[in-house]
């Protein structure tokens, strides 16, 4: 993973909502989780879905990307190269999505689907999606010590005391991690 990155705010699209889809033909059987993507001021992306739902290949880079001082966001830089060129940034607040975050990560894989504000997985179902593979190279090394802090200070808000702090965060880890690994058969 290259050090630096630059990441352009014109090519940001904001996830509506999120869920999860399990195929047993897809991806040995993984639950991939799903991003929507607001697409209602750029169709780039629903053009590029449509494309691709025809060819049934394409390639894409992705990276993951961090602001320099900052760990309150993280981003998913997604470089579509075939069928159509497309660059899409999607933004993520790790305090609120974290677990998203680290079911794409634990997945391997994305489904980007184009959207609205208002727009469920459950709804849109047969809305056309682009399986997109997140490599582990492409993983950030900071995302384990991202993760444990972001945890840390969601069960301190809670009330949990510092005795029980690091196997509650090991608790909290497990059961967040314990999701991904099924499979269908």
């Known amino acids: 993973m290259k ?16 869920g999860a889809i399990a195929n047993q033909f897809t991806a040995d059987g ?8 607001n697409t209602e001021k750029d169709r780039r992306l629903c053009d590029l ?7 049934a290949f394409g390639d894409v880079e992705s990276r993951w990307a961090l ?13 579509f190269e075939k069928p159509v060129e497309l660059e899409v940034v999607v933004k993520f607040d790790v305090y609120t999505q974290m677990s998203l975050i680290d079911g794409i990560i634990q997945s391997r894989a994305v489904y980007v689907q184009p959207g609205k504000h208002g727009d469920r997985v459950g709804n849109t179902i047969d809305v056309p999606k682009i399986l997109v593979e997140i490599p582990t190279r492409t993983t950030f090394d900071d995302w384990e ?13 809670e009330g949990v005391g ?10 909290c880890i497990a059961t967040t991690r314990d999701l991904w690994v099924h499979r269908l058969k």
């Open 49 to 55: 879905a449509s494309i691709h739902q025809d060819s």
């Open 3 to 18: 050090n630096k990155i630059s990441v352009s705010n014109q090519n940001n699209l904001d996830v509506v909502a999120d």
């Open 145 to 157: 010590s991202i993760m444990t802090k972001t945890i840390e200070k969601k069960l301190k808000r």
């Open 162 to 171: 510092r005795k029980e702090l690091k196997s509650a965060v090991k608790e």
């Open 30 to 37: 993984r639950i991939i989780p799903v991003i929507i993507l």
């Open 67 to 79: 602001k320099r001082f900052s760990k309150k966001f993280v981003y998913l830089v997604l470089r």
